[in-house]
């Protein structure tokens, strides 16, 4: 893994930007991994400002969300495809047929998990995908005691999580969904490049655990240390726990001019 402290979250989006940059400007149907939440945003918004001011382009790209809520409407607007659209998509070239999600409201959710796995293969699998962090160390909504070797599957999400989220209900707990269809840890180590963003002191427990700690399904990031390419952008807030900080940066610092993320 590279470890990246930055001062701040917008520099973490400029990198986290560059590596999207990259992915769709040398590939020529890049397939981008997103995730929600409110940690990508900025990277989201640095991307939006190159489509707009420099014309960076998303129409040959295809887009892939980690998970959706199920039991929830399609239009509900904290749905994660609505999400997504509101924040990002609608505001780049990204055609409508490049958007695809786990459909939640599906009344047959296994086959929805299924299907969407067969999306994921059926385009090769993913380039670059953007991940956060759960308070509880989880990717996607992968939650703590989730097999290291799952695919999208129905989970169900630790009340930890519905607290953290309640925020997009209007502050109420009952709103939120105790379901979701997410895809697995396995599903996300396929992806080619993998960026993960952490933001602020309420991460620097479990960045640390995932980055520094054993390997464990309790703590679902630390499964990143099995793939082989994986560029963690934090800030200095959520770096304070880290024993090895030092050495991270020390290593970017040096970091040869010929080599990128
Ligand atoms: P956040 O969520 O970006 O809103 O902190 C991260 C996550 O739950 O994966």
Redesign the pocket.
């Known amino acids: 893994m590279e470890i990246v402290i930055t001062e701040t979250p917008e520099v973490a989006a400029i990198l986290a930007a560059d590596i999207v940059e990259r992915a769709l400007t040398t590939i020529a149907t890049p397939v981008l991994g997103l995730?929600t939440?409110?940690?990508?945003l900025a990277t989201y918004r640095e991307l939006i400002s190159r489509h707009v001011e420099s014309g960076l382009s998303f129409v040959a790209a295809r887009v892939f969300l980690l998970d959706e809520y199920v039991g929830l409407p399609r239009d509900h607007p904290a749905a994660f495809r609505q999400v997504i659209a509101r924040e990002f998509t609608d505001h780049i070239d990204l055609p409508m047929t490049g958007l695809h999600s786990p459909d939640g409201p599906a009344a047959d959710i296994a086959g929805a998990a299924n299907d969407y796995e067969r999306a994921l293969a059926d385009v090769g699998g993913v380039d670059v995908q953007i991940l956060?962090?759960?308070s509880d160390g989880?990717?996607g909504f992968n939650e703590p005691s989730s097999s290291l070797g799952s695919r999208t599957r129905l989970k169900t999400l630790t009340s930890k999580?519905r607290i953290?989220n309640a925020r997009f209900f209007d502050d109420d707990i009952d709103q939120v969904p105790h379901h979701c269809l997410t895809q697995g840890i396995a599903t996300i180590l396929e992806a080619r490049h993998i960026v993960l963003l952490a933001f602020g002191e309420s991460?620097a427990c479990p960045l640390t655990r995932a980055v520094e700690g054993p390997i464990t399904a309790m703590v679902p990031a630390s499964a990143l240390q099995l793939h082989p390419h994986v560029t963690v952008l934090v800030d200095e807030a959520a770096a304070t726990e880290l024993s090895y900080a030092d050495y991270y940066r020390e290593t970017f610092e040096n970091k040869p001019h010929w080599q990128t993320f």
Do not use: M, Q, R, W
């Open positions: 995730a939440g409110t940690t990508p956060g962090i759960g989880h990717i999580t953290d991460k």
